[in-house]
């Protein structure tokens, strides 16, 4: 672990009441550090390139940013295949530039969440390198290690989701170990209290740091179980839903015991504890299951003890999020979530942007904003989400994701979503880099850059800001209890309520005119700059495709 020689960050808005809270209903802002300014001129972002764009984050009006991971790494896996939790990679900066990220973001009234990539390391990771020495070293049993069957094959069938076998062997120790995603990337051993305090002390470095929290990658890996037993199989009709594309062998297998086991509870439980010793800290955990992810989703959430939210795959799903997915999303989540809080985005940096996978127009990304902020929760953006980029076409020839070069063609991986900001349309690589960008800028991404959309009153980008600034005005829609949802037609419809107020929501998730009924009472409709149905009589309305109506009771 690299020391903590001088921290100098400085958490803004000490004098102010702190609100442990922020984060129920907070938005957030996540960036993915390689696609979003390059500040060195080498193609790839940074941190330095963040705090220059700062500024235009904040004009948001987002709460935090989710910074995907920026630690020294060998970039098998772009950063998720850590080899020092708790130091820089150089080709992003220094802990000096992070501190200063801190510092600006703060100042900008703006908090920060950094990735915590816990299941696994990279095979670099020193703690790897000893464990592998032997079988008898001080760290032997800090990674999954297991012995061959007697035919030499590996100790089960569990399966990677890059592909093939979740077990490489070791000519050092002649022992296989568990890797749930590239064989670079070991799989860490929980059930040794050492690998958790180690962990957990590097968690400790960042918060001293002043981070705000941590997005917890793969939260439903980190146990595997003890018995390694074989995972059950899939019949072909349980495949739908999966997290995998479905070309992957992997999606054949119910995941019972390579994932989802019962003693993760005590681990999130200390690590609740370790963020509970700072005035405000968050935390949200990714849950990567088919099957049970909004299950665990409630399980991990639950009370006090555990982490603050969690999200799962639902919203990321191909299958479009029509009105009676919504309602069936929302109606399964009440039975498990309790006093659990949710955290919902439509993309991210692993899944194909929504509006290329669900062929949205520009009323469609307007509605599904508008939507997003209106439903209980937390909500994370992904950049260049508030552009409506869409998915970028990526020859393979420049492909970098080993998961698309795997499994290309059928399935052509990450990068289409991980391709460079834009964000001036005059200049080379739509001033994202004056050299050659990691990845090329998306080919109809330039027209939709932020200098042009800064121009256009009427841009999506002005409309983000307009419904983030909507949801901040409404605390009921921040914080408030949510109904249950009702289906008619195409149209989904709940009310939001907190302290008093009461807000009516409804979207026409279709494409052709439908009516509405309003409850009972006496409404007042609002939002009038948000593209929303304005227009009632006595308590019915008509909504046009793809638009919205909101109302507060008098």
């Given amino acids: 672990m690299t020391s903590n020689t001088s921290s100098t960050a400085a958490v803004a808005g000490t004098d102010k009441a702190v609100d442990k809270d922020w984060w129920r209903?907070?938005?957030?802002?996540?960036i993915y550090?390689?696609?979003?300014?390059?500040?060195?001129?080498?193609?790839?972002?940074?941190?330095?390139?963040?705090?220059?764009?700062?500024?235009?984050?904040?004009?948001?009006?987002?709460?935090?940013?989710?910074?995907?991971?920026?630690?020294?790494?060998?970039?098998?896996?772009?950063?998720?295949?850590?080899?020092?939790?708790?130091?820089?990679?150089?080709?992003?900066?220094?802990l000096a530039d992070f501190d200063r990220l801190i510092a600006t973001a703060h100042d900008l009234d703006v908090k920060v969440i950094i990735d915590q990539v816990l299941s696994h390391t990279s095979d670099q990771h020193a703690w790897f390198s000893e464990s592998r020495q032997s079988r008898s070293n001080p760290k032997s049993d800090w990674f999954v290690w297991a012995d061959p069957k007697p035919d030499g094959t590996p100790p089960n069938n569990w399966l990677s989701i890059f592909g093939g076998s979740a077990w490489q062997w070791d000519t050092s120790r002649e022992q296989y170990y568990l890797h749930n995603f590239l064989a670079s990337q070991p799989d860490l051993n929980f059930h040794n209290d050492d690998v958790q305090n180690a962990l957990l002390d590097t968690c400790r470095f960042w918060l001293d740091r002043g981070v705000d929290g941590f997005r917890l990658d793969t939260i439903n890996f980190y146990f595997a179980d003890k018995q390694l037993r074989d995972n059950p199989a899939l019949t072909v009709e349980e495949r739908n839903g999966s997290i995998a594309p479905s070309v992957n062998p992997y999606n054949h297998q119910y995941h019972l015991y390579s994932k989802n086991q019962p003693e993760n509870i005590?681990?999130?439980?200390?690590?609740?504890?370790?963020?509970?010793?700072?005035?405000?800290?968050t935390s949200v955990g990714e849950v990567g299951d088919a099957q049970l992810g909004l299950e665990l989703m409630g399980e991990?959430?639950?009370?006090?003890?555990?982490?603050?939210?969690?999200?799962?795959?639902?919203?990321?799903?191909?299958?479009?999020?029509?009105?009676?997915?919504?309602?069936?999303?929302?109606?399964?989540?009440?039975?498990?979530?309790?006093?659990?809080?949710?955290?919902?985005?439509?993309?991210?940096?692993?899944?194909?942007?929504?509006?290329?996978?669900?062929?949205?127009?520009?009323?469609?990304?307007?509605?599904?904003?508008?939507?997003?902020?209106?439903?209980?929760?937390?909500?994370?953006?992904?950049?260049?989400?508030?552009?409506?980029?869409?998915e970028a076409d990526i020859p393979f020839e420049d492909l970098q994701?080993?998961?698309?070069?795997?499994?290309?063609?059928?399935?052509?991986g990450r990068d289409g979503c991980r391709t460079p900001m834009v964000w001036q349309s005059d200049k080379a690589n739509a001033g994202f880099s004056e050299a050659k960008p990691w990845l090329p800028v998306g080919e109809s991404h330039t027209e939709l850059s932020v200098d042009v959309q800064e121009k256009e009153n009427d841009s999506l980008l002005h409309y983000y800001r307009k419904v983030i600034e909507f949801r901040q005005q409404h605390r009921t829609l921040v914080k408030g209890a949510q109904s249950e949802m009702h289906?008619?037609?195409?149209v989904l419809s709940f009310t939001r309520s907190h302290e008093g107020e009461e807000v009516f929501c409804a979207f026409n998730i279709g494409d052709r005119e439908a009516h509405i009924t309003l409850p009972d009472g006496a409404?007042?409709?609002?939002?009038?700059?948000?593209?929303?149905?304005?227009t009632q009589q006595g308590n019915e309305a008509r909504l046009k495709a793809n638009q919205g109506l909101l109302a507060k009771k008098a």
């Fill in 487 to 490: 289906v008619s037609g195409d």
């Fill in 266 to 281: 005590d681990f999130l439980k200390r690590f609740r504890a370790l963020l509970d010793e700072y005035p405000a800290a």
């Fill in 523 to 534: 409404w007042q409709l609002i939002g009038a700059d948000l593209d929303v149905c304005l």
């Fill in 300 to 390: 991990y959430t639950k009370g006090s003890d555990r982490v603050h939210m969690c999200y799962s795959f639902e919203f990321l799903s191909a299958e479009k999020l029509d009105a009676n997915r919504m309602k069936s999303i929302f109606n399964r989540l009440s039975k498990v979530e309790e006093d659990g809080w949710a955290c919902w985005a439509l993309t991210n940096h692993d899944i194909a942007r929504h509006t290329s996978r669900w062929s949205l127009d520009d009323a469609g990304r307007r509605l599904y904003a508008l939507l997003m902020m209106c439903i209980r929760g937390s909500v994370c953006l992904y950049q260049g989400e508030e552009l409506g980029l869409p």
């Fill in 25 to 30: 209903g907070a938005v957030i802002y996540q």
């Fill in 401 to 412: 994701d080993p998961y698309g070069i795997e499994f290309w063609p059928e399935y052509k």
């Fill in 33 to 94: 550090p390689r696609s979003y300014q390059d500040s060195t001129g080498d193609g790839i972002g940074d941190l330095p390139g963040i705090v220059d764009r700062l500024p235009y984050i904040a004009s948001l009006g987002v709460d935090a940013i989710w910074i995907s991971p920026f630690f020294t790494s060998p970039m098998k896996d772009f950063g998720y295949d850590v080899s020092d939790y708790c130091d820089v990679d150089p080709m992003f900066g220094t």
